[in-house]
């Protein structure tokens, strides 16, 4: 029999350990493992184009309108039905995509290096919220504020990074989480800190006044500036703890707007799938339930290094976008902890005594406790083309948990 404590103490201690460093910005043709030029990347476990969510399809759609491949839906659709043009989950390429998650072969990315493993990861750059691309939206406007982040705002980033010898994820969400930030859906103290620090480099970077100063301002306007980059970091400390023999501790939890997929350490890269949940949210004005996609995203990335939803009780008034009270959010974390096996050495929460965020999701104490992980998480219209419509709270499924223990057994001679 193997030793599920020592492998998950294993599985924890790099996860905790791991130090990710945003070092620059590339082309995801260039950096990327695996990526072609026929190729668009997407968030959560493999899916068809017959299952997509509508948001995805109107993520894939634009993504190749942005690439000059197509002008229409119609002539999108029948390159992605065709096999000409193929999708796969960022996942297998070292990659992580919030909501749709949709990456092509041109858009630059964020590239994140593990400095304790060696090991990287990449996201591409974030849109801010509301009518973007990875909520669905492709329209001209979607377009056209992609163009200039691409050749524009993401150049110039990554030039600052450059100059600046990379940016500590690491300590920059520490801070934040004692700042009132949870590391996911509330990320405006890391954003603001990653705007302050980036900036003279910026200055120094940029060809021009007006340049270095609508790139600033676009940092400092979007809470969410540091979304990606966050998730690519949490990426690298997940994988550092992926594929040890023998741990039961969740290394991804992900979803496609159709399943809610996880991933275990000691279970390889197979897939334990189930279907995507409606989220409990706060809608915009002029939206309600009825309008809602279930739920999207790789940015459950969070949640499985141990921020997010699960350091909830760092940023009460994260209830204000998601709904609830204060309490809630307390209790959340604390629910957590119930279903984890380590609590953070880095990251710690002010209002708890500075007690380590919940780390680890282990799925035999998932099922022994019968709770469920808890993700805060933004919201996209079912219908493609239209965007966010709020935010709120999520769980997965519970059938993935059970057939990944089942899963467990039967490979390590449980039964």
């Not at 990347?41 to 068809?48: F, K, M, R, S, Y």
């Not at 999708?87 to 590239?111: D, K, N, R, W």
């Not at 990653?194 to 021009?208: D, G, H, I, Q």
Request: proline share 6%; net charge negative.
């Amino acid at each position: 029999m193997v030793d599920i404590e020592k492998a998950n103490a294993t599985v924890v201690e790099r996860m905790m350990e791991a130090r990710p460093v945003v070092t620059g910005v590339a082309k995801a043709l260039d950096v990327i493992p695996g990526m072609r030029e026929n190729l668009l990347l997407h968030a959560g476990p493999p899916v068809t184009w017959e299952r997509m969510a509508g948001p995805m399809k109107g993520a894939m759609v634009g993504a190749l309108m942005f690439e000059g491949k197509a002008k229409s839906w119609e002539e999108a659709e029948g390159l992605l039905t065709s096999g000409k043009v193929t999708f796969e989950p960022c996942h297998h390429h070292s990659c992580t995509g919030p909501m749709a998650g949709v990456i092509s072969p041109s858009m630059l990315v964020y590239i994140v290096e593990n400095k304790t493993h060696g090991n990287k990861a990449y996201s591409n750059l974030n849109e801010g919220r509301g009518k973007v691309l990875r909520m669905g939206a492709y329209s001209p406007d979607v377009l056209e504020c992609l163009h200039w982040i691409n050749e524009v705002y993401g150049p110039l980033v990554g030039k600052a990074l450059e100059l600046m010898g990379g940016l500590d994820l690491r300590v920059l969400l520490g801070k934040a989480l004692h700042m009132g930030d949870d590391g996911h859906n509330r990320l405006d103290a890391a954003s603001l800190f990653y705007t302050t620090l980036l900036a003279p480099s910026v200055v120094r970077a940029a060809p021009n006044a007006e340049t270095a100063a609508e790139t600033i301002r676009f940092m400092g306007d979007n809470a969410l500036t540091t979304l990606n980059q966050t998730m690519a970091g949490c990426k690298t400390m997940t994988d550092a703890g992926h594929n040890v023999e023998g741990s039961t501790i969740v290394t991804v939890m992900a979803r496609n707007g159709t399943d809610f997929g996880i991933r275990v350490s000691g279970l390889g890269d197979q897939w334990f799938t189930g279907p995507a949940g409606h989220v409990k949210a706060l809608y915009f004005p002029g939206f309600s339930e009825k309008d809602a996609n279930p739920d999207i995203g790789d940015s459950t990335i969070t949640e499985t290094a141990g921020i997010g939803g699960f350091a909830m009780a760092a940023a009460p008034a994260i209830v204000t976008f998601i709904s609830g009270k204060p309490q809630d959010a307390i209790d959340t974390t604390l629910d957590m902890y119930e279903i984890t096996y380590a609590e953070h050495k880095y990251f710690t929460i002010p209002a708890l005594d500075f007690r380590g965020t919940p780390t680890g999701i282990d799925i035999r104490k998932v099922i022994e406790k019968g709770i469920l992980p808890r993700v805060n998480t933004g919201v996209a219209h079912k219908d493609p083309g239209v965007g966010q419509v709020g935010a709120g709270v999520v769980t997965p499924p519970a059938n993935i948990f059970e057939e990944a223990l089942i899963a467990f057994a039967q490979r390590y001679g449980y039964e």
